[in-house]
């Protein structure tokens, strides 16, 4: 449970005059995202939720509004022990739940958002687990107000951008003077399962190794255990993090926000680093080219394959029944001095039982005995060709069915779960090469027609029932991927996964923190051998969702325990903390750390430094085109306001940077 429910204030019908944040949505991901702006950011915040209980955690019986209550007079209470209540410069209060306004409305219509001052709103955010809702409320918000930041969950990211430049014209012909900057930024189309996806494919590829895209470049963040006695750390390119002092104990927690000393610590400088024995780090370890996605292997078209429509054994039978021909024509070229095509001719007419019987007294004994094998050879191939008919149909029906796990399959992750995050994370370790099993209890789940173009080995039926899991061959698997929508269900089959193989590496996604942290703890005491990790897709989300409300391009969240490191692109322009400083300068511990310049000139830059680049690199035209991201940057390098960087950053630090260019601007 929750706990106790402070009482709610009083409505105005106007709550705020106007620059205030509006979050509309239906889930854990709205509660998050008001809870990422207003104690993070430091924002003024209305959050419209639907009337009723949570259709996502029916087994609750409080209200969406009373969990956003709870959930926000946690988050207070938690920064008030912190030291952190206020936000300097806010007037605002972050007690209890008065910091943010929360509104009820089964719609987000015309007249909900002009009572939430969507006229007045410096953003919107819209994260309903619908996308046509969603697609709706964004078009009439729009439409009320030309000038908003829209940000909008869609899954369907083809739709997603076509949205996105519907609205982006929409906003430049109501504002013919708009700096394309500020267009640029007007309307955002994010997926929460896209965020998410690579944090979790990662953790059940090696429980340590994060990826992050930019500009077609991969970064690869690793975990480090603590070195032994007389070793060295590797440090990488940049130490980002150090892990709390409690991982290497098995009753400890992942560190959060509210670890203290004991926690993990994000972006420390060298001396934190050097002082802090005996515990794990995450660095920077690689940078590489990224390419473009490739297309899942099928079958289909012209160019499908022998070995996806025969079998091996039934192509050996085929070529020893050739080789046979062959060698019996051959075999009478040589008794009966025939020429080789009228010898080759005579053995298929017996082969097919339609040649002349060799019984006259002129026929040589050679060619009787011939003729005789040849017609043994004919009786081998009516099953071989009965056999190709049925496998050839056979091959054609599986083509549309889903594939079963096969049977020496090993080293593979279980999925479990094939709704919206679980089809993106399917997709992503796919993209790795990782061999997967899926199951699924639904079979009109919406990732099983990927799974079926894909051939992903996939089982159906419920993972709680004895023999699901065992003919996922889990006994055999590296990694347990728990990604459906009920907690219960992920946690018995990670502890029934554990009972088979304690060893096992197990990732879950549980939606309730406490219940996350008592889990982990558990696991960690029963299975201290094992990895063990919780994720919340809410949690993951929530910052890029926020920082694309501030205006700016978050590129990837990194989860370090239950902490978040953002990756962001940042124009230097404004950034007092940044212009005219040296790189070494610009570094605060703790709150961000610049990585990367855009060397690229302003005209020539790409928007989104997420995307893979259009061109090849090693090409004839990849050499003449302008410099892009630097990474190796001397610490004594100034930045000019004319620079775009690429910065990690924790939640806090990025809300600093953003909290006073907003400031500025207004």
Same mark, same amino acid.
Request: with cysteine; glycine share 10%.
């Given at each position: 449970?929750?706990?106790?429910?402070?009482?709610?204030?009083?409505?105005?019908?106007?709550?705020?005059?106007g620059g205030h944040m509006v979050v509309c949505g239906d889930d854990a991901l709205a509660?998050?995202?008001?809870?990422?702006?207003?104690?993070?950011?430091?924002?003024?915040?209305?959050?419209?939720?639907?009337?009723?209980?949570?259709?996502?955690?029916?087994?609750?019986?409080?209200?969406?509004?009373?969990?956003?209550?709870?959930?926000?007079g946690r988050m207070s209470a938690a920064m008030n022990r912190n030291g952190g209540a206020g936000v300097p410069g806010d007037d605002d209060t972050n007690a209890g739940v008065d910091a943010v306004h929360i509104m009820e409305a089964p719609e987000p219509s015309d007249d909900v958002l002009d009572v939430a001052g969507i006229d007045r709103a410096a953003a919107l955010a819209l994260v309903y687990d619908d996308d046509e809702r969603n697609i709706r409320a964004a078009l009439t918000a729009r439409r009320l107000n030309p000038r908003l930041r829209l940000?909008?969950? *869609?899954?369907?990211?083809?739709?997603?951008?076509?949205? #996105?430049? %519907? &609205?982006?014209? $929409? @906003?430049?012909?109501?504002? +013919?003077?708009?700096?394309?900057?500020s267009l640029?930024?007007?309307?955002?189309?994010?997926?929460?399962?896209?965020?998410?996806?690579?944090?979790?494919?990662?953790?059940? *590829?090696?429980?340590?190794?994060?990826?992050?895209?930019? #500009?077609? %470049? &991969?970064?690869? $963040? @690793?975990?480090?255990?603590? +070195?032994?006695?007389?070793?060295?750390?590797?440090?990488?390119?940049?130490?980002?993090?150090?892990?709390?002092?409690?991982?290497?104990?098995?009753?400890?927690?992942?560190?959060?926000?509210?670890?203290?000393?004991?926690?993990?610590?994000l972006l420390p400088d060298e001396a934190t680093v050097a002082a802090a024995t005996g515990r794990g780090t995450v660095v920077l370890e690689a940078i590489s080219q990224a390419g473009p996605d490739r297309p899942p292997i099928r079958m289909g078209g012209r160019g499908a394959p022998l070995g996806h429509i025969f079998s091996r054994r039934l192509r050996w039978s085929a070529a020893?029944?050739?080789?046979?021909?062959?060698?019996?024509?051959?075999?009478?070229?040589?008794?009966?001095?025939?020429?080789p095509p009228h010898a080759a001719y005579l053995t298929m007419l017996d082969l097919l039982a339609m040649g002349d019987p060799a019984v006259e007294d002129t026929d040589p004994p050679s060619r009787q005995i011939i003729q005789?094998?040849?017609?043994?050879?004919?009786?081998?191939?009516?099953?071989?060709?009965?056999?190709?008919?049925?496998?050839?149909?056979?091959?054609?029906?599986?083509?549309?069915?889903?594939?079963?796990?096969?049977?020496?399959?090993?080293?593979?992750?279980?999925?479990?779960?094939?709704?919206?995050?679980?089809?993106?994370?399917?997709?992503?370790?796919?993209?790795?090469?990782?061999?997967?099993?899926?199951?699924?209890?639904?079979?009109e789940a919406r990732g099983i027609p990927l799974a079926r173009r894909m051939h992903v080995p996939?089982?159906?039926?419920?993972?709680?029932?004895?023999?699901?899991?065992?003919?996922?061959?889990?006994?055999?698997?590296h990694a347990l991927l728990a990604l459906t929508s009920g907690d219960l269900t992920n946690l018995e089959a990670a502890l029934y996964a554990r009972s088979v193989k304690p060893d096992l590496r197990v990732a879950l996604r549980l939606f309730d923190d406490e219940f996350a942290t008592a889990v982990y703890r558990t696991l960690r005491t029963a299975h201290p051998q094992a990895l063990t990790r919780s994720r919340?897709?809410?949690?993951?989300?929530?910052?890029?969702?926020?920082?694309?409300?501030?205006?700016?391009?978050?590129?990837?969240?990194?989860?370090?325990?239950?902490k978040v490191m953002l990756f962001a692109a940042l124009e230097v322009a404004g950034h007092p903390q940044l212009e005219g400083r040296t790189v070494e300068q610009a570094f605060r511990p703790g709150f961000w750390r610049v990585l990367a310049l855009d060397a690229t000139p302003p005209a020539d830059r790409v928007p989104d430094l997420a995307a893979v680049p259009p061109y090849d690199p090693s090409g004839p035209g990849g050499p003449d085109r302008p410099a892009g991201l630097v990474w190796d940057l001397h610490p004594g390098h100034v930045l000019r306001a004319e620079d775009r960087v690429v910065i990690a950053a924790t939640r806090r630090g990025l809300a600093e940077l953003l909290r006073r260019r907003h400031s500025s601007a207004r």
């Open positions: 449970m929750l706990g106790f429910v402070s009482p709610l204030p009083q409505q105005s019908q106007r709550p705020y005059s509660r998050r995202l008001a809870v990422e702006l207003r104690y993070v950011y430091g924002e003024r915040v209305t959050l419209l939720l639907p009337p009723g209980p949570d259709t996502t955690r029916p087994e609750l019986p409080l209200t969406q509004r009373a969990r956003a209550a709870a959930l926000f940000v909008i969950r *869609l899954y369907n990211r083809k739709l997603g951008q076509h949205l #996105e430049t %519907l &609205l982006d014209q $929409a @906003a430049a012909v109501a504002m +013919p003077g708009i700096d394309p900057a640029d930024a007007s309307t955002t189309v994010l997926s929460d399962a896209d965020t998410a996806a690579p944090a979790l494919a990662a953790t059940a *590829l090696t429980g340590s190794s994060k990826v992050i895209q930019a #500009e077609g %470049l &991969l970064l690869r $963040a @690793a975990e480090r255990t603590p +070195p032994r006695q007389g070793e060295l750390a590797d440090p990488g390119l940049c130490t980002l993090a150090l892990l709390s002092s409690t991982t290497q104990n098995p009753a400890g927690a992942e560190g959060s926000d509210s670890s203290g000393d004991e926690g993990p610590q020893g029944v050739a080789a046979a021909v062959v060698g019996l024509a051959v075999a009478s070229v040589i008794t009966t001095g025939d020429s005789l094998l040849s017609g043994t050879a004919g009786l081998l191939l009516l099953p071989l060709l009965v056999a190709a008919v049925l496998e050839a149909f056979g091959s054609l029906r599986a083509a549309s069915s889903l594939r079963r796990p096969p049977r020496g399959l090993s080293g593979h992750v279980v999925l479990l779960g094939l709704g919206k995050i679980g089809t993106r994370v399917l997709v992503r370790l796919r993209e790795l090469d990782i061999p997967v099993v899926v199951i699924e209890e639904d079979p996939t089982v159906l039926g419920d993972v709680t029932q004895e023999g699901v899991l065992e003919a996922a061959k889990i006994r055999r698997a919340s897709v809410s949690h993951l989300a929530a910052p890029s969702f926020a920082g694309a409300m501030m205006g700016r391009q978050i590129l990837g969240a990194v989860p370090v325990e239950r």
